[in-house]
């Protein structure tokens, strides 16, 4: 799936990894902005991995960071111009990808399939706290 993703991306010149639409696609999700721990934690993603596709991302201009007046020892980051003048694009591409991999899955199926990966989740959750 994910190397489909990819490749869908690459053919439409949308230079983002699948661990960088995840990013992106929460900050999207966020027009307010977050800071990097906040997308750490909405993302599930360690803060070495944020700070290097966050850096990434801002050399290809898709994100910017805008100072954060709750908290001035953050910043906050948004996604750019740039990178919402492509946001549709990307969208289509997840969901072809999405229709795809859930060709000759029921919604039943699905829906437990989910419901399953839901309860995993929280059976690590339960390990960190």
């Known amino acids: 799936m994910r190397s489909h993703l990819e490749t869908l991306f690459q053919k439409k010149d949308i230079p983002l990894s699948a661990e960088q639409w995840a990013l992106m696609g929460t ?24 700070s290097r596709h966050i850096s990434k991302l801002k050399k290809k201009g898709w994100v910017e960071e805008r100072d954060n007046i709750e908290d001035g020892r953050s910043t906050l980051l948004q996604p750019s111009q740039k990178a919402n003048s492509k946001s549709m694009l990307v969208f289509n591409c997840i969901k072809k990808t999405s229709e795809l991999a859930e060709k000759g899955i029921s919604k039943r199926e699905l829906k437990t399939t989910l419901d399953v990966l839901m309860k995993i989740q929280k059976n690590f959750d339960c390990l960190n706290k």
């Open 27 to 50: 900050l999207w999700s966020n027009a307010e902005g977050l800071s990097a721990n906040q997308l750490g934690q909405k993302t599930l993603k360690e803060k070495s991995t944020v």
